[in-house]
């Protein structure tokens, strides 16, 4: 079991930032690899991000590229949402989830981006844009 708890949500202006953290208790962290998903209300989960177990591969969706950045720190057990430039359609819940880290074949074809992929879910934490 893996126990996964986020934090770091709240209300923000558009324009402004906020780091989510994803805090993870129970079997080895670094042995998974780590994914953002949100949820805006009436709309169905969307990926978001992934980092592999070593940070060698890293993914966004096309709409945070270049505002959002995952990292992760395997001492500490947290994978971090770094979110710049928000905008008010990044309005929604935001999910940390973790899998048994894959080969390569996972991630060449995408499989990340599934969310029936992953294994363990975090309760999600609110994350607000006002305009």
């Known amino acids: 079991q893996v126990q996964l708890v986020e934090s770091g949500g709240g209300l923000v202006q558009a324009g402004g930032s906020l780091r989510l953290s994803c805090a993870a208790s129970g079997r080895t962290f670094s042995n998974y690899a780590m994914a953002w998903f949100r949820q805006a209300p009436g709309k169905e989960r969307e990926f978001v991000t992934v980092i592999s177990w070593s940070g060698g591969s890293i993914y966004y969706v096309d709409s945070v590229k270049g505002r959002f950045t995952i990292s992760r720190d395997n001492a500490k057990n947290t994978v971090y949402l770094q979110m710049n430039s928000l905008k008010p359609q990044d309005t929604a819940v935001y999910y940390c989830?973790?899998?048994?880290?894959?080969?390569?074949?996972?991630?060449?074809?995408?499989?990340?981006?599934?969310?029936?992929?992953?294994?363990?879910w975090g309760q999600g934490t609110q994350v607000t844009v006002s305009s």
């Open positions: 989830a973790a899998v048994p880290q894959r080969a390569s074949p996972w991630w060449n074809s995408g499989r990340y981006s599934y969310s029936a992929e992953y294994t363990y």
